[in-house]
């Protein structure tokens, strides 16, 4: 029996499909479904039938699934405490972080790291999602949140307010009901004063890209639309508090020098970067 397997077949129930759980293990299509069946082979029996919406465990697959998860967590443990006793200040570290956090807020900090420590090699990961540090799909990561996991680390670097933007064209002809472009995400999804929705986007940089097309008022991160210079915060509306940045990472992986410099020179950088984050560049009027 491969741990690769058992791997595979994790990520297969947590994926729902073998398209997305090769994509998560960045293999191919027919490994994870050769994987799959050389499992069941080794087991003496199969793992999943036929439901109403798909495959479904079969009472074996149920119950190994508790002990496949143990082993996952003790090869996630070695594969930490391994890493952590790196004392070297050269090879790979990965850091995982939104892309719109990246592009706007920490791209110049990251850049400047990388001239400091030309040995090391990142592993830049773009992800809105909170990577899992346990399993050490990331060493590093920075998110909004206001619930960092209990087995994490780190440091709140910043709140993170929402505002109302819109384009300076969309003001000069504003329409008698407002148009608002919505960001699937909780605050921004309704408008906050009469509009009709006119768009709904996925992502923070295609809701960015609609406003300042001039098809409506949006909500964003205060940390998006400050420094887009063809978006201005409308008139007469205050920011709104939302939630927090965060850095962090697993508490065996602190003592991993390439760990350590690179949280250190990102608490170094919250002097240049707060501001940013935290709405203080704003301009209020149009312009």
């Not at 990251?110 to 909170?130: E, G, K």
């Not at 505002?163 to 504003?174: D, E, I, K, Q, S």
């Amino acid at each position: 029996m491969h741990w690769d397997h058992l791997r595979a077949f994790l990520t297969f129930i947590r994926e729902g499909s073998v398209r997305r759980a090769a994509k998560t293990l960045n293999t191919t299509h027919s490994t994870v479904a050769r994987q799959l069946k050389a499992l069941e082979a080794d087991l003496g029996g199969p793992l999943f039938e036929p439901g109403p919406e798909g495959r479904v465990l079969t009472p074996l697959g149920r119950r190994i699934v508790p002990m496949a998860e143990r082993m996952e967590d003790d090869a996630a443990a070695i594969r930490r405490a391994a890493f952590a006793e790196d004392t070297t200040l050269a090879g790979p570290v990965c850091l995982s972080v939104s892309e719109g956090l990246y592009l706007n807020v920490f791209a110049s900090v990251i850049d400047d790291f990388l001239r400091h420590y030309p040995m090391i090699s990142l592993d830049l990961v773009m992800s809105d999602a909170l990577s899992s540090l346990s399993r050490r799909e990331a060493d590093v990561v920075i998110r909004i949140t206001n619930k960092p996991p209990d087995s994490a680390i780190g440091r709140k670097l910043s709140p993170s307010p929402l505002c109302a933007y819109v384009a300076p064209r969309y003001l000069a002809n504003r329409p008698k009901l407002d148009r608002w472009v919505a960001l699937d995400y909780g605050p921004s999804l309704t408008p906050i004063l009469p509009a009709r929705v006119v768009a709904t986007a996925s992502s923070l940089q295609s809701a960015a890209q609609l406003i300042r097309s001039g098809h409506g008022i949006g909500v964003l991160p205060c940390f998006q639309g400050d420094t887009d210079p063809d978006l201005i915060r409308l008139p007469d509306h205050d920011p709104m508090p939302d939630m927090d940045i965060w850095i962090l990472t697993h508490t065996d992986l602190k003592a991993n020098a390439r760990v350590r410099v690179l949280l250190d020179y990102i608490y170094d950088a919250v002097p240049k970067i707060a501001p940013i984050v935290s709405g203080l560049l704003a301009q209020s009027e149009p312009g």
